[in-house]
């Protein structure tokens, strides 16, 4: 059985947990400490050198380290209920917009925790190397999530979904970005009538954690 390192807490492997959840697919969990640094122990660090979560040992015994490699691999050993795509076009543009929510929504509130937080002092990207914090950085980034939150909102307009008028793994990486978005202090509002439509209706889904 295929296991994930994980933190109940943290955004970046809420994105794997979701994914199983939705494709039912079983496995193991270890929970890892990040608050406490066992990320950064050497217990960890053999099993993910990256010092981050989450990883995934997969069946074959490889253990893949980013939210990019666990998603190829878990939609090709499990292709029932797709969340991906099937034809090339709806590949594509799932991918893009993948790629979109990821830049345009997930690196701004990184951009605003790492570089704000007492917590995160030299630790302003994560990984094993230390890197200080720039204030401008969380500045620019309260203006990305800004204009990310009405650009989802006018994506959705007329859409039950982010891509592909499919549930995918857009959707999931969405509802962790616009969650995540709080740590900021930016989340949606009046202003956002169809990004609310849409997050209340994946409340709904009985993957979602």
Not at 106 to 119: I, Q
Request: aromatic share 6%.
């Amino acid at each position: 059985m295929i296991t994930l390192y994980d933190c109940s807490t943290a955004p970046s492997p809420r994105r794997a947990r979701l994914l199983l959840a939705a494709k039912g697919i079983a496995h193991n969990t270890v929970e890892i400490d990040l608050r406490s640094g066992e990320q950064m122990g050497e217990a960890y660090r053999q099993i993910n050198p990256q010092c981050t979560v989450p990883a995934l040992r997969t069946e074959e015994d490889a253990v893949l380290t980013d939210n990019a490699a666990i998603a190829a691999y878990l939609e090709a050993r499990y292709p029932a209920l797709p969340m991906m795509g099937v034809t090339p076009q709806d590949k594509a543009e799932i991918a893009s917009w993948q790629w979109r929510v990821e830049f345009e929504g997930l690196m701004p509130v990184a951009e605003v925790l790492r570089n704000t937080s007492p917590a995160m002092v030299n630790r302003a990207l994560p990984g094993p190397v230390n890197y200080a914090q720039i204030p401008a950085l969380a500045e620019r980034g309260q203006s990305r999530l800004q204009h990310f939150f009405v650009m989802l909102n006018d994506h959705l307009a007329e859409r039950e979904f982010m891509a592909a008028n499919q549930l995918s793994i857009v959707d999931i990486t969405a509802v962790v970005a616009v969650d995540f978005a709080r740590v900021a202090k930016v989340k949606p509002d009046e202003r956002h009538p169809h990004l609310m439509r849409w997050r209340e209706a994946m409340a709904q889904k009985p993957f979602m954690c």
